[in-house]
């Protein structure tokens, strides 16, 4: 991204920038840089990844950002591929403690319920093969009531910042309409949840009874979907 270009946004007219510096970690689908002006930080986040819907990204990050789960998204260039958000400060976390567990549930209940329309993710279309495993967790959830919601879909410890016990959801790429339990199970499973964790993080999510199958079954589809994902890279 051209410096030059950049400066000649209407965000920099009176604050102009000061510094642009590549992020320290860097994420799959990204190349990101933050801003420094003398009033305020941004992040600029190039995009490397062909076949995500950035329009609708954008637009999901600013329904989670109102809601002051996620940083708010300022500018996007479809064309030019990148897109400006605030910069926030936090760091990630490997392990979840109780606390920590507590907070991320009621940022996942917060999000779940922003009113989405469009169609539910089809998670079995997404898998390149399919064995035994799958296709009986994919009969089992069958079986249950979809809950469907808008979900991150991401919710790897790389895309969660923490402030203390506030915690901020970021990269919105694969976010859409799922079964609240894929975000939940995904939690558990990108944390290694034991069993007695699992069980507290969803009594702080659901507050009262949950279908414990459910958990389990979505837990195996996203650990093969992440398998999967990985291994093309």
């Known amino acids: 991204m051209n ?16 510094s642009i510096t590549p992020v320290g970690t860097q994420g799959y689908c990204n190349l990101n840089y933050r801003i420094e002006t003398i009033k305020h930080t941004y992040l600029l986040r190039i995009f490397k990844e062909e076949g995500i819907d950035r329009q609708r990204e954008f637009f999901l990050q ?7 789960i996620a940083p708010r998204p300022l500018l ?3 064309d030019a591929g990148w897109m400006m958000t605030e910069f926030v400060n936090g ?5 979840l403690n109780e606390s920590g567990m507590r907070s991320l549930a009621k940022v996942l209940q917060t999000l779940h319920t922003i009113e989405i329309d469009m169609p539910s993710l089809a998670l079995y279309d997404l898998f390149k093969e399919y064995n035994a495993e799958i296709e009986r967790v994919f009969n089992l959830l069958d079986t249950y009531p979809k809950e469907i919601v808008l979900c991150h879909n991401d919710l790897n410890p790389k895309n969660l910042l923490w402030q203390e016990n506030e915690v901020a959801l970021i990269d919105f790429e694969y976010a859409a309409a799922n079964d609240r339990y894929f975000d939940v199970a995904a939690v558990c499973e990108e944390f290694n949840l034991s069993q007695e964790a699992q069980e507290k993080f969803c009594s702080f999510y659901f507050e009262g009874d949950y279908i414990v199958q459910k958990v389990e079954a979505y837990r195996v589809i996203y650990r093969q979907l992440c398998n999967e994902w990985f291994e093309g890279r």
């Open 3 to 18: 410096r030059a270009v950049l400066e000649k946004l209407a965000l920099f007219k009176n604050d102009p920038i000061r």
């Open 62 to 68: 600013q329904k989670a950002a109102d809601l002051s």
């Open 76 to 78: 996007i260039d479809l």
């Open 91 to 95: 760091e990630h976390l490997e392990i």
